[in-house]
Nanobody, 118 residues
Framework: QVQLVESGGGLVQAGGSLRLSCAAS????????TGWFRQAPGKEREFVAA????????YYADSLKGRFTVSRDNVNNTVYLQMNSLKPEDTAVYYC???????????WGQGTQVTVSS
């Protein structure tokens, strides 16, 4: 089992930045992907970014490349999402997830709210 706890969400003005953290514990597989998804009110959940624990290979939603950066700290088993130049449309609940591949992210955190005001 893998436990994921997100933190770092909050209210920020458009153009601002936030950094989300996802602390992982339990049985962490180094081959796993850990990443971020988001869900805005009334919308489907969408992929944001992900990273492998081993090797640090990164994946991004095309629309977010350049503004969002995913990274990991293998010592502290934490994955980060640095979000810059935030826009009101980035408002959503952001979830940390982990799994063997993007289609089977079997472990999820409780989510953290990000609100971007205009």
């Amino acid at each position: 089992q893998v436990q994921l706890v997100e933190s770092g969400g909050g209210l920020v003005q458009a153009g601002g930045s936030l950094r989300l953290s996802c602390a992982a514990s339990g049985r962490i597989y180094t081959s796993y992907l850990t990443g971020w998804f988001r869900q805005a009110p009334g919308k489907e959940r969408e992929f944001v970014a992900a990273i492998t624990w081993s090797g640090g290979r990164t994946y991004y939603a095309d629309s977010l490349k350049g503004r969002f950066t995913v990274s990991r700290d293998n010592v502290n088993n934490t994955v980060y999402l640095q979000m810059n130049s935030l826009k009101p449309e980035d408002t959503a609940v952001y979830y940390c997830a982990s799994g063997s591949n993007m289609a089977t992210m079997g472990y999820w955190g409780q989510g953290t709210q990000v609100t971007v005001s205009s």
